[in-house]
């Protein structure tokens, strides 16, 4: 696992829970250093053991924790960066959701060796849009939960996202997205320069 994943879930835990909680996490889960550094990359199992150990010392589902970090991935005044680039797909939720599908190749101008899916997207009806993609790590389709419905409200619109159930394709994983209105709010502000 590329360790800019792994230091994002370390930055969510002492950002929203405190640096306590943190090192409680990596006693209990025998990380050593308890630091990522975010250009390493990490085995698979290093990850899924410290998500595993967050949700059980927070009870919280790991499906919960997951989105949660997405949400903060979006939201959060410490990752204002993500939160920019994402922003840079679309003036509104709809172009947003469409440039999803170049998401992949962007990423990897910025950081060549990281692994982002690469999303099919689909508009069903100009309200309603699926993403699907090859699922390569165990619990994806919650991050991007939390990172698309913390998009939604930053451009200020009201939208249903749901896990769609494509069992019966192997290794396919899919959201759908409803927007119910796409000026339910004002949205957060965005410049191209100089802005956060």
């Excluded at 769609?164 to 899919?174: E, F, I, K, T």
Aim: proline letters at 4%; one cysteine or more; hydrophobic letters at 45%.
């Amino acid at each position: 696992m590329h360790g800019l994943i792994n230091r994002s879930i370390q930055n969510f835990v002492q950002d929203v829970y405190g640096e306590p909680v943190w090192a409680e996490v990596t006693a209990a889960a025998a990380l050593e250093p308890r630091t990522f550094e975010a250009m390493l990359t990490y085995d698979d199992d290093v990850t899924s053991r410290v998500i595993d150990v967050t949700s059980a010392r927070l009870k919280k589902p790991r499906s919960d924790f997951l989105e949660d970090l997405g949400t903060y991935l979006v939201s959060h005044p410490n990752m204002w960066r993500i939160r920019r680039l994402l922003r840079f797909g679309g003036a509104d939720l709809e172009e947003f959701l469409e440039s999803l599908g170049d998401l992949a190749d962007r990423s990897r101008l910025a950081i060549p060796d990281l692994e982002v899916p690469a999303f099919k997207v689909e508009t069903v009806d100009g309200t309603r849009y699926t993403l699907e993609w090859e699922a390569t790590v165990d619990g994806f389709e919650h991050v991007l939960l939390g990172c698309l419905r913390g998009m939604a409200d930053d451009y200020g619109a009201l939208a249903m996202v749901e896990c769609l159930d494509v069992s019966d394709r192997p290794g396919v994983r899919a959201v759908e997205i409803m927007l119910l209105s796409t000026s339910y709010a004002a949205g957060n502000s965005f410049m191209l320069a100089g802005d956060r």
